[in-house]
């Protein structure tokens, strides 16, 4: 059974790998990861809140007086709030890379056009065999347009692009107005890979105390057809491979994205429930499943449902909510 894949240029065994999560901030369970088969090691991302807050307290410390610290770093999160700040993430990043035989792809996160970008050297000089981009951003400024968030975003990644050798993917959420024409966009822009998708966290409210609560939810199998819809969709009309996260827990769930188009297969929440050891099982029943449809690779399977493959390519489009709306009947009580 031949399970090789291809993402962002580098040979895989196979796609399944771990998403960017607190997983890989222990050594041992990176081992673990590493020993129960998992592809790839991506790295939890490094913010670009934690390198500016850091370039802001070295300018001060040097070229400012200390009682300036407190207001000028006021509006920068608690470093104690991360697990590793920027020059512990590289050190990590270099023990990760010693630890495994296998690729590790770190991980920038931020908005804007800056000096953080320049972490990315310096991650490539750690080790990082690939670096996933992750633009989480979300845009409450009214004055603020798409088109200049989707632009800021081709600029980051050309920027990127200039800094390093090493492939880029990109993670994006959903919620843009044209999701395709903004993967093209990034596709002819360079993008070595597109990650689909992020998370956002929703907050809470809590009346009593009069303050935004934050809960951590992690996902569930319903989460992932917005995925597939898009993958499919996407399939075949890039040159960037693609990459599933979010609602992948189990075997049927993987077969479905790669069917849609899938070169990579990411897992946080299944991995953070059922232990790093996971990923051997969710593998195992994957090649269960091919051999029991008559499936030798997964080649044969990649996107032999994406839109332009599926029988019935409506169903990723307008008729799809034309024909489930249509198609619902209610109960009937006696």
Known sequence: MDLSTTYLGLKLPHPFMPGASPLVDDLDVVKRLED???????????????????????????????????????????PDRFALGPEEYLRHLARVKATVHVPVIASLNGTTLGGWLDYARSMEQAGADALELNVYS??????????????????MLRALKQKIRIPVAVKLSPFYTAPAHFARRLDEAGADGLVLFNRFYQPDIDPENLEASRHLTLSSPAELPLRLRWLAILSGRLKASLAVTGGVHGAVDAVKAIMAGAHAVQMVSALLRGGPEYIRRVREETVGWMQDHEYESLDQMRGSMSLHSCPDPGVYERANYMLMLQGWKAEVRD
């Open 36 to 78: 129960a088969g998992a592809a790839a090691i991506v790295m939890h991302s490094l913010f670009e809140e934690q390198i500016a807050r850091e370039q802001v307290a070295s300018f001060l410390h040097t070229e400012m007086h200390g009682e300036s610290y407190a207001e000028a770093l006021y509006y920068f999160p608690n």
């Open 138 to 155: 979300l845009p409450t400024d009214p004055q603020v347009s798409g088109q200049e968030l989707e632009d800021r975003t081709v600029e």
